[in-house]
């Protein structure tokens, strides 16, 4: 049998022009639509719907593939429709100042509040040390103060009359009060005293202790007299704050009236003003110690958490740096003094927060990057609540007392953009992720190529040229884009999802066209912008066909050998992935039926490569050792490669090149091969075809293309076929072919010229082909082995009879 090369126009799928009805991307209505994801947008819509516990969605899917447009624009579809949530106050506990109180108000209240509370203290700024400087005040302070001294100097004054008429006088003394005896309204002086007879002195004595008695009495009443004026001063200072504070209070009370809680809490302010008036008089000073060093109006402020007065719809929230405490919120402290204190006014909300009554996005990798984040998330889905900790507290790491905010009520959607890699490993190590995320939206990583696809992904590339603000494309740029689009894809029949990527493109191209000044952008401008992004990442790649050219890196382009092959080889760093020739060699002998995989023995070998040796190795004793012993040893090997192997790949070549070392039949080293075999000898599909192609062809071409150069890829990849113009022209011309190959035996016709021989009814080979080659050879390693184990059997009874 005898396979044609591909014809050039089976190598690449152009996009005509022509199919576009317009002739610049200016005439071209914005794209309204996602397209290709219908699958993830479906998910995205239930699970905004869904208001039970638990499902929260998680958008996975490749960076680049548009996953947060398409979840931002559904939602904000949704969230316009949807009630703006509460607003969120935290304001003083005046019964536990550690435990701020929670508030809850309609939208656009909460900074009401704020505000009428600011005007409140401002007013009692005033209106309070007005009340109290104003002289109605003074007249009745004045009165109490007089009334409570009249009592004390009345009490003394009777006693000292009384004194009087009984003949003893009632001293006032800078240390107190005494009683001396008179005579002809003259105080007694002690040695005037001590001449009168005994009886008088008693009986004087007796009197002034019965006056003194009276005193004490008088005495001990003063404190008692003293406690009912201040207590009349406190009553007259609170009929006097609350005639300052009542009508001011009384509006708030009404303006709230809906509020309960509010309702309570104003209670609880106007019960406080009116105990620390006197805090009022002082507003100049700062608040005595205590209450964590709170100002001396901080208690009587309201911290608006949460404002949606000027929302319309539920929020949407983005947090880019989901921390713990971006997340959950934050108390914060102040120095002052060498130590650090706090309030509720120091409050700050959590992303959670913000998004409370909406929707919340997280960069999943990001947010498992941070320590407690992933764990406070759960915990605060799992309680429907948010409760502010530090990490301190949660770990019992901070011995002092801290604030401890009263809980508020959660009620969000939690949207996780992330790849697969990482939901599945979510999935399989976390029990409580399946619980919280019950929801999945995979996104495409590549869309159908058809008419209308390709009519709708103009009209995407138009509304990316107006939202980037580039140079309107020509329809035969559109066109290249598309072309390079499923070059992306690696399918002729796809086109990539990748956004970023044909963005990037974009952005590029008209980068290239402002350079030369032109007015839009052209398919040239395209295509330049295309071999301007190769050339930026082919250091290593040049390096590498500068030694194979070099003759450093042995890599034959022509001529024929046995048992070598040029291999394909794909390396990737990064973004940027290129191929290289790898010469494969096979060497056999007589063995036991092993076929060693040298990169494996030196721990340079992937699983999946071993694997498909070991493939290989089943499809030799398959089909050539199905009724005798497979007596082969084989080594294949990697030449000149020193770093690790994985895939499959190269398990045709490694076929092919053991099977032409085994038949002693050249290989065409103008050829190069890439493939998946199988048990049976079939031909499988691989990745990065056209990349494959390009490296082989750019070697040859460098060389100097000779017509009988090419590349042998299996006939599953044709429909994946992308290949740059350089190789198309020349295919086209014959100096350069490609070969679509279903099996191995394909393969090797073309790569030796050989028939391969297929069996006929009684399962006899052709003499001559390449099957008849193997199986003589098998054949024959298989009676050489059996000779050496009779001899060896011989030498061994020989052995025995010497022995007995």
């Known amino acids: ?9 089976r190598l690449f799928r152009p996009c005509d022009p022509a199919c576009f009805p317009f002739e610049t991307t200016e005439g071209v209505p914005d794209l309204d639509q996602f397209i290709g994801q219908d699958r993830a947008e479906a998910a995205i819509r239930f699970a905004a719907g869904m208001r039970h ?22 939602l904000r579809k949704r969230a316009a429709q949807e009630p703006v949530p509460d607003d969120w106050c935290y304001v003083h506990n005046f019964a536990a100042p550690h435990r701020p109180r929670a508030l809850r108000l309609p939208a656009g209240r909460g900074a009401r509040l704020r505000g009428d509370m600011v005007r409140l203290v401002e007013e009692l700024r005033v209106a309070i040390p007005g009340a109290f400087e104003a002289d109605q005040y003074r007249t009745r302070v004045e009165a109490i103060h007089a009334e409570y001294g009249e009592r004390q100097e009345k009490a003394l004054r009777e006693l000292g009359d009384e004194a009087a008429a009984h003949g003893i006088a009632l001293l006032r003394m800078p240390d107190g009060f005494v009683f001396a005896p008179i005579r002809e309204g003259k105080v007694l002086s ?20 019965g006056y003194q008695a009276r005193l004490e009495e008088i005495l001990r009443a003063i404190p008692k007299w003293r406690r009912e004026m201040r207590e009349a001063l406190r009553r007259l200072n609170e009929q006097t704050a609350m005639l300052a504070v009542g009508q001011i209070m009384d509006e708030l009370f009404d303006a709230y009236q809906d509020l309960p809680d509010v309702l309570a809490y104003l209670q609880a302010v106007r019960d406080d003003v009116l105990q620390n008036t006197d805090l009022f008089l002082k507003a100049g000073e700062a608040a005595p110690g205590g209450e964590g060093g709170m100002g001396l109006f901080n208690r009587y402020q309201v911290n608006l958490l949460v404002d949606h007065g000027d929302a319309s719809g539920a929020p949407i929230v983005t947090e880019d740096h989901p921390t713990y405490n971006n997340l959950i919120g934050r108390v914060e402290h102040l120095a002052q003094m060498g130590a650090l204190i706090t309030d509720f006014t120091l409050i700050k909300p959590g992303a959670l927060h913000r998004a409370n009554g909406g929707y919340l996005l997280l960069e999943a990798h990001r947010l498992l990057a941070q320590p407690f984040a992933w764990e406070a998330l759960k915990r605060a889905l799992y309680a429907k609540a948010l409760r502010i900790e530090s990490v301190g507290q949660i770990l019992s790491l901070v011995p002092t007392v801290s604030l401890e905010p009263e809980a508020i009520p959660l009620e969000v959607k939690v949207v996780l953009l992330g790849d697969r890699f990482l939901y599945y490993l979510l999935q399989e190590l976390d029990p409580e992720f399946a619980e919280l995320f019950k929801v999945a939206a995979d996104f495409e990583d590549t869309l159908p190529r058809d008419d209308r696809q390709s009519a709708l992904y103009a009209r995407l590339i138009a509304t990316l040229v107006r939202r980037e603000g580039l140079l309107p494309f020509h329809r035969e740029a559109v066109a290249r884009v598309v072309e390079h689009a499923s070059r992306l894809a690696e399918d002729a029949e796809k086109l990539t999802a990748h956004m970023r990527s044909v963005a990037d493109l974009l952005r590029q191209a008209d980068y290239a066209a402002r350079a030369v000044q032109a007015e839009r952008v052209e398919a040239v401008h395209v295509e ?26 042995l890599i034959d382009t022509e001529g024929a050998t046995v048992g070598s092959i040029n291999g394909l080889s794909v390396v990737e760093l990064g973004e940027a992935r290129f191929v290289h020739p790898t010469r494969i060699t096979a060497t056999t002998r007589i063995g036991d039926g092993d076929v060693i995989n040298i990169e494996r023995e030196v721990e340079l070998s992937g699983a999946i490569h071993s694997k498909g040796v070991m493939i290989l190795a089943s499809f030799l004793a398959a089909r050539y050792a199905r009724n005798r012993p497979l007596s082969l040893t084989a080594s294949l090997a990697f030449e000149q490669s020193y770093g690790f192997v994985e895939g499959d790949s190269a398990s045709l070549a490694e076929l092919c090149a053991l099977l032409s070392d085994l038949a002693q039949v050249p290989i065409r080293q103008g050829l190069a091969v890439t493939g998946s075999v199988n048990q049976f000898g079939q031909v499988q599909a691989i990745g990065a075809v056209n990349e494959k192609i390009e490296g082989f062809f750019d070697i040859c071409a460098a060389r100097g293309l000779t017509g009988e150069q090419g590349v042998l890829i299996p006939a599953a990849n044709v429909k994946h076929l992308m290949l740059a113009r350089r190789v198309r022209e020349a295919c086209a011309a014959g100096r350069f072919h490609i070969y679509a190959v279903e099996t191995v035996d394909e393969a ?21 082909s390449i099957n008849w080659r193997v199986a003589a050879q098998l054949y024959e390693l298989s009676l050489i082995r059996q000779e050496f184990a009779g001899a060896g059997r011989k030498r061994g009874r020989k052995s025995g009879s010497r022995d007995r």
């Open 1 to 9: 049998m005898s396979l044609a090369p591909l014809p050039a126009e």
């Open 53 to 74: 516990d638990g499902y929260n969605l998680y958008a996975l899917g490749p960076a680049g593939t548009g996953k947060r447009s398409l979840v931002e624009q559904l």
């Open 528 to 553: 330049e912008a295309i071999a301007a992004m190769e050339a930026r990442s082919d250091r290593l790649k040049r390096r590498l066909q500068e030694e194979i050219l070099r003759g450093t890196l």
């Open 190 to 209: 002690p040695e005037e005293y001590e001449k009168l007879p005994d009886d008088e002195k008693r009986h004087i004595d007796a009197q002034v202790a």
């Open 748 to 768: 090797m016709e073309i790569l030796t010229g050989v028939p391969a021989g297929l069996p006929d009814e009684e399962g006899n080979l052709p003499e001559g």
